[in-house]
């Protein structure tokens, strides 16, 4: 009997047909009935019609049928909701059946009928299965809470499935681990903050113990989890990695990476003078190169990751280079990655080899492949320089060989290798001459007539040659019509005497015949230099060029670490992060490689981390220094990981102060009625600091080193408000990126802070921070004695304070504090003690006692430190709240750099038991409603705005800004309607003066409004920005026209005219004008 | 993870398809069919993005499997999910092709259902497989209690590769070390790179839950042992014998733990014919032919070539199935082959001179030699000379493996490892064994 007569069915009646087969009474007709349904299904038929008769077919005791309409159920549940309530009563009932194997597949199918009245009667059933004593249906079930959770996910927090699931990473059945870790991580995924996989040392320890035992698609999942822990330390690091290591000998390749992936990130942390560093670094290369003997689509997904592990760590398969070498009959897209890593392999040991192979390639058939194969010889010379004669050589070779794609190919490398060795390898021009009537792509032309024009002197019929080109001028792309027209100025300035009739001609046919204004215009400067001055022409035109580098397509750095952290997936085999192909928030968060031990504690932002510490080394005094609250607010992270310290614009914590000093002041006067205080916040991704400096009115820098000149702020203030900074910093803590977004979870804890230094407590040193731990306050105190006696019998007592905080046990120091020792204590604290308003707000005076004396100090703890964990309002309570707060009681002010959406910035917020009552996304911006409670009651009420959609500073511009950096001028056009766009415009000016080495003053700037012609719909007045520019920025500022050509040619004047003006002399920016001008130079920014 | 799996024909058409998650529609049934399948250029990638949903392909003769998803999931996995979903499916009902698809297409969606959950691969071992979804229906009602919670642990248990109360008359075990060794050996004989990759492929039919032990000439371990004996001679001797591995990978039920710390295999093999380990050595290998070319362009209109094979190994054994494979050029008119053994002949649908020998001995020399008449032709692009490859089958490891001992162990039953009768059997054949010309 054979399935496949159901495929054939086409007649039209056949729907009938079919319904009273369903209703047939005889089992084997019904089944026949079922299955044709099915394979109707499969080709794309709707049978959804067919839905009651095939749900009556459920009741049945034949296995293959029950299956057969599960299958059916599945796919049409969706489209029938009401009918789908018809099989509850079939699942519920097999969820009891004493088979394991029925349990399990009423469950898992279950899962899989995303209808929301179906989920509510599934819950009963699942949670008996998550504790059935059966493992296949306990993992079957773990699944099903990841199906349930995609469906309803508070349904799941509700119901505690999470908790149980959690359980089941401790069940004795490995796949029921398995399964329950890949549910997890999906589920946490989703919930980027919450602390959902609690990844600790014991876990971690059941995880590795499960991974020697579950199947092969277990340990992926497990190791794809361990992945996502950060070691404590080294030592642990160590360890995991020796419980990893045995994995990599897996026959299953996806294994093999995952366990690869889970050794390179830890290897992170291990120092590199360690032995065992060395081992694990030879045990990595083998089974990478294993992985090339598997098939090819698994060949490719090693290469492309293995391009990456090169990247990061070269020294793994320096010596492996020959199994990269490309098999004849491999495929296209293994051939291609082959040859991307043996360039990046390719060193000046192995370079002969390397050309010997590039060579054999060069003759094969794919005309990609062997294009690939020609680049490679020429960035082989580029890289190697001991290398290059060969490589010339070798591409002279191939020229010889006439084919017509690769003597392009090879002039087009050819050309770099000019660039990168001038004056070295001008004899072949000779050969390449002979081929340029071959030259039929526009790119391989370009090169050529940029060869020809560069060494025009050295070419006896250089003026013929270019003529040639000049016949069919108009027929040319528009890249060889520019090359074409530099070519023959130059060829002008060193022959001057022949070629003036051939100059005259192509600036005629540039400016005159031509509707290209690039080419105009470049005609236009040339000839108007040509005419003006001569001299100065040449020096212009001619002027030594800059080097090429070398390492052009390199990932940069960040990227590369994050895609490090996903080896093995999707994200490395494209070469871009998750969130550039992931729809929505999941997976979206970015992920990091651990810092290196010995970086200090905060370890998960080592450069924030070294910002902070350094500031709070100053004295603490009673008030802390406005230097520790900009310390708290750098915690913000803002910046670009690489950056070093992110600018803090002042504007935010001017705000926050006047803000909560205003609200909260209002509101300590009548502290025992519970009532809102109200205000709004305002979060705008990524802007310029000066933008906000100049809001404020300029008065104030944004850069953090003059932040702490500002000590004095706060006489600026007005007094009557009460003026809590710190709070200001609380704020600031709360969206405290900290390292790796979504990683760590819970509430901000700021890092340890001296508060009592040893010369003022005879050599008590206390240090310390505050926490809230599950719902408890907790003051985690470090005692250090520097003294030379032991220090015994201590005490602790809190002055009355705004919240009533006062320690709620005794201070347990056991055992006596000998010299040189220190002694962590956590102090829980409640909020029960006797109240009196502080200056500040958040002031908090201690007094601790031991056996040598008293000693006072004060600190301040983090405002969040008091935010409830019940304080999600509900939403009717909040809409109605929120209109009765009168509007004294309302702040705005707005932060600034933050680059956290919306959801992330909800869940980071959450951490600190701030909750999103709400949201709605209003055109381009995010709108969070959120609400807090205070220890003592108090209602806080939050309108979070977030805009979303601006340009990204790091999105153009990598880390060592080289865009930006090489440039001797810059013109920067914005559109005169267009308010981004300017915004735009004041960012990279800014990146350009930050960025620029030595004094930025010297460098030429041309602020460009374009679209004149649209005046009437321009957003300021001109006088407004040409103000702005030419007065505070000291930069040129010019409006034009590109539809009536109108000021254009004015523009490139006056930037020379400012060049001239700096006396730029002998740096030439007009030089680099014109290199900008040609083929990988002009960077449109 | 994966979000659901489509099987098509070469047309094109749908022939299974599975959708686990929400976020794949029926569209991207046709998404893929239009731009993979029917796309005008061939395929340059396994994995496809297709409006920011992945597409993971794989081709068994001329039927497409593609997983599809919109997640960033691990693609090693996908791919050898999908391989692994071939060898289920090959193993159900032999080879994979259109007509098979449709007879067993319940059967599939069976197989789909329970190897992968929600997108999350489960086990998809078919002994484990075999024993609770059969092609002849469900016998779930005949099976007792015991049986069902028996197959259960056994899916999801540590062994899910092995049933308990498995039993033989008689205790018996085959083993085959099966080595292909690739080559690339330019025109002047020297070797550019040689590698071997082999497998370890055992059929045991062995009662109850054996223990066994298997033990190779691996330099690793022989250099351990010698440190443990007296003197360096031990070494040095043992040092011709052993053989340096450079990695190896090993059937799931092999403790990889064990194998890290003591490099000793050890494993409950599983029943039937499985395969143990693989391994790749790029050290000391013995490469049995060696491929001598000589190309000569007499003119534009003729070539001349003459190919001398070498064996290289002892006199006494035999290697079969020779085959030398000389490209020619696409415009090629006519060839004159004359060769010394076996048959010659110009395959002009190939564009190659196909050399057969049945059976060489060791040390034994052979020779063809070729006159290739080329039309003329204006086309400026040169031939670009393929290499010459090579097939054959030896009886002997070319790695220089040797297998050691298999030991087995079971203590429930009243066997030993003497009352075991074992077979082990070398064959080296050729993998990619080129050499240019």
Known sequence: MTDSKYFTTTKKGEIFELKAELNSDKKEKKKEAVKKVIASMTVGKDVSALFPDVVNCMQTDNLELKKLVYLYLMNYAKSQPDMAIMAVNTFVKDCEDPNPLIRALAVRTMGCIRVDKITEYLCEPLRKCLKDEDPYVRKTAAVCVAKLHDINAQLVEDQGFLDTLKDLISDSNPMVVANA???????????????????????????????NECTEWGQIFILDCLANYTPRDDRESQSICERVTPRLSHANSAVVLSAVKVLMKFMEMLPKDLDYYGTLLKKLAPPLVTLLSAEPELQYVALRNINLIVQKRPEILKHEMKVFFVKYNDPIYVKLEKLDIMIRLASQANIAQVLAELKEYATEVDVDFVRKAVRAIGRCAIKVEQSAERCVSTLLDLIQTKVNYVVQEAIVVIKDIFRKYPNKYESVIATLCENLDSL?????????????????ERIDNADELLESFLEGFHDESTQVQLQLLTAIVKL????????????????????QDSDNPDLRDRGYIYWRLLSTDPVAAKEVVLAEKPLISEETDLIEPTLLDELICHIGTLASVYHKPPSAFVEGGRGVQHKRLPARAGSGESAESPDVGQAVSAVSDAPPAVIPSQGDLLGDLLNLDLAPPTSNVPPVPSSMQMGAMDLLGGGLDSLMGDESETSASHYRTEVQSPQPPECSERELGGDVGGSPAMGVSLGGAPVGMPAGLGAAPAVGGGLGDLFDLGGGVGVTAGSYIPPKTVWL??????GLEISGTFARRSGVIHMDLSFTNKAMSVMTDFAIQFNKNSFGLAPAGPLQVLTPLSPNQTVDVSLPLSTTGPVMKMEPLNNLQVAVKNNIDVFYFSCQYPISLLFVEDGKMDRQVFLATWKDIPSENEAQFQIKDCHLN???????????????????TVDTQDMLYQSVKLTNGIWMLAELRIQTGNPNSTEWLDSRCRGVRNASAYILVYDICCVESFEYVKMIRQQIVDNREGSSSEVPILVVGSKRDLQRHRFTQRRAISVLVKKTWKCGYVECSAKYNWHVLLLFKELLGIAVARGLRQNHASIRLQGALQRNRCSVM | MIGGLFIYNHKGEVLISRVYRDDIGRNAVDAFRVNVIHARQQVRSPVTNIARTSFFHVKRSNIWLAAVTKQNVNAAMVFEFLYKMCDVMTAYFGKISEENIKNNFVLIYELLDEILDFGYPQNSETGALKTFITQQGIKSQLQTKEEQSQITSQVTGQIGWRREGIKYRRNELFLDVLESVNLLMSPQGQVLSAHVSGRVVMKSYLSGMPECKFGMNDKIVIDKQGKGGTTDEAGKSSGKQSIAIDDCTFHQCVRLSKFDSERSISFIPPDGEYELMRYRTTKDIILPFRVIPLVREVGRTKLEVKVVIKSNFKPSLLAQKIEVRIPTPLNTSGVQVICMKGKAKYKASENAIVWKIKRMAGMKESQISAEIELLPTNDKKKWARPPISMNFEVPFAPSGLKVRYLKVF??????????????VRYIGRSGIYETRC
């Open chain 1, 181 to 211: 870790v890949a549910a997890l991580s999906e589920i946490a995924e989703s919930h980027p903050n919450s602390n959902l996989l609690d990844l600790n040392p014991q876990t971690i320890n059941k995880l590795l113990t499960a991974l």
């Open chain 1, 440 to 456: 039929d792509e526009p790119e391989a032309r370009a090169a050529m007539i940029w060869i020809v024009g560069e060494y025009a």
């Open chain 1, 492 to 511: 002008f300035l060193k022959k001057p005497t022949e070629t003036q009739e051939l100059v005259q001609q192509v600036l005629s046919l540039a400016t």
């Open chain 1, 757 to 762: 230094p040893a010369m003022k407590a005879k």
């Open chain 1, 902 to 920: 919306s959801d992330a910035a909800s869940n980071k917020l959450q951490g600190s038991n701030i909750f999103t009552v709400a949201k709605r």
């Open chain 2, 410 to 423: 079971e203590p429930k039953l009243n066997y030993s490892d003497h009352d075991v009768i074992k077979w």
